[in-house]
């Protein structure tokens, strides 16, 4: 929980005390702007587990560029956050209709948040083959990565929940989530599964 004169800090302030090491600036600008940036994700795509992926790639972006030295502050940190997330919605669109998908179910797991493309993918058999093969792929994962997936996917918990849970900042659980998911595809080719994360 960030403390009363963080939350007072203007966006610009935040981010530069957070690019100094202050991670807790980090997580007021994410309280300020979570339900914001969520909210419309989450009206656009109408899906809670696509919306939940699609915020936290949003904030790994923030956290990358700001990191990088590359955001440039014009007062609009808020704007540029929503322009990343609407062309993160695009692109997963996109992608979308390019490539035939199961469709997620929101009482499932990961592995129904996997999308898997496989000509006989209407059977059940498969279906099953392909959960336990995915659910193989997660047990191969680093246990820092493995873990993060199981408290996200499996425990349901959000990224602060994450954070406290396994002793880290949110940006390094957030991380932590997107490389277990360039890993996951990783395995998956070596493993001849086409998927997409």
């Avoid at 100094?20 to 980090?26: A, I, N, R, V």
């Avoid at 932590?176 to 998911?181: E, G, L």
């Amino acid at each position: 929980m960030t403390d009363v004169r963080t939350r007072q800090l203007s966006d610009y302030e935040l981010i530069m005390r957070y690019k100094d090491g202050d991670t807790s600036c980090f997580e007021a600008l994410l309280d300020r702007y979570q339900a914001k940036v969520y909210g419309y994700i989450i009206s656009v795509v109408k899906d809670k587990e696509m919306a939940d992926d699609l915020f936290q790639e949003t904030f790994y972006k923030v956290i990358v560029t700001i990191n990088s030295g590359v955001y440039k502050d014009e007062n609009k940190f808020v704007h540029w956050v929503m322009r990343i997330a609407h062309n993160l919605i695009v692109d997963t669109y996109r992608r979308s209709n390019k490539m035939p998908m199961v469709p997620n179910k929101p009482e499932g797991d990961v592995v129904d948040n996997l999308r898997v493309h496989d000509d006989n993918v209407e059977t059940s058999i498969i279906k099953k083959e392909t959960s336990r093969n995915i659910r193989k792929l997660v047990r191969l994962l680093p246990p820092e990565q493995r873990r993060v997936v199981i408290l996200r996917h499996y425990g349901k918990c959000d990224f602060k929940d994450i954070a406290a849970r396994t002793g880290v900042s949110i940006n390094t659980a957030l991380g932590r989530m997107r490389y277990a998911i360039i890993n996951l595809r990783r395995l998956a080719r070596e493993h001849n599964m086409v998927i997409e994360l």
